[in-house]
């Protein structure tokens, strides 16, 4: 197999609104070798449209669990099903154009290969915070709702530019780098996995970077609208465990008791925004 294949892995739930389109997309990217879908128990018309596509292309290959494991199971399940030497995560609601992985994985030769995401826009050609961030510090969150917010400018004079984390909506590294840090932590169900992963690639001496002026379109959370006191739940979940996981050792015990009720606090409202979001 050559050094420059890419293998492609989707994690599919319920995501037949853009599945389709992201799969025609990835069958006509340069340097894609391997797709694999792993669709964790869709009960809408997904994995009709998975089967297409695999009739249609040897290349593609699935998974249907079952059940719900969470992204970042299926996400190393795709990984252990292929064999390509660059792995790209790319969620169902990305579009990629015919140079877009290539691009990413040539920006990640350029850094000695680093774990690097892309620029996203949305439907409404707004900009995705969640591209470019930094990693979280929940004591500083308490004392100031400016450190709440994790994104990180956009630096028009970097090209490629090092970041804490990229979006897991779309990343693409080495499969050595990957295998090194053992993949995605199993024990995150929904969200923050891609912090964690990021930050443990740096601890691994790799970098993380954002390709600037690398471009996909994110057609957000059309799964997740549908399930909102789900995510929010997951989505809190993540974070506590993140902050146990990172930050927590540092932390005197009040502290870590006040961040607990910080997160948890916010769980309600979440919800409650997010279903009015609906």
């Known amino acids: 197999m050559s050094d420059t294949g890419i293998a492609a892995v989707v994690v599919a739930f319920n995501s037949e609104e853009t ?22 128990d869709s009960r809408d018309t997904t994995m009709e449209i998975v089967q297409r596509h695999a009739l249609a292309d040897p290349r593609l290959r699935f998974v ?3 059940d719900n494991p969470g992204f970042a199971v299926a996400c190393n399940q795709g990984a252990r099903g292929s064999a390509a030497p660059w792995l ?14 290539a691009r990413l994985r040539d920006a990640s030769l350029q850094l000695d290969g680093a ?11 707004a900009f995705d915070v969640a591209a470019r ?33 990229v979006s897991g909506a779309l990343m693409l590294l080495p499969r050595g780098l990957f295998a090194r840090i053992d993949g995605f932590d199993e024990r995150y169900r929904l969200h923050a996995e891609d912090l964690d992963l990021c930050r443990r690639a740096r601890q691994a001496g790799a970098t993380v970077a954002i390709a600037n002026d690398v471009e996909v379109l994110h057609v957000r959370g ?44 916010r769980f309600p409202v979440a919800v409650l925004r997010a279903a009015l979001r609906r």
């Open 64 to 66: 249907a669990n079952p």
């Open 133 to 165: 961030r930094r990693d979280p510090d929940f004591a500083a969150m308490l004392r100031s709702a400016a450190a709440r917010a994790l994104s990180v400018p956009r630096d028009p004079g970097q090209p490629l530019q090092p970041v804490d984390a």
């Open 222 to 265: 059309v799964s997740s609208r549908r399930r909102p006191v789900f995510v929010e739940w997951h989505k809190h979940r993540g974070l506590w465990r993140y902050f146990r996981k990172f930050e927590a050792q540092r932390r005197r015990l009040p502290t870590q008791l006040a961040v607990f009720a910080m997160i948890w606090g």
């Open 88 to 101: 790209a995560f790319v969620n169902p609601d990305c579009f990629v154009e015919v140079d877009t992985l």
């Open 115 to 125: 774990l690097v995401g892309a620029e996203l826009r949305g439907e409404d050609g």
């Open 19 to 40: 599945l389709d389109e992201c799969l025609s997309r990835l069958r006509a990217a340069c340097d894609v070798v391997e797709i694999r879908v792993i669709d964790n």
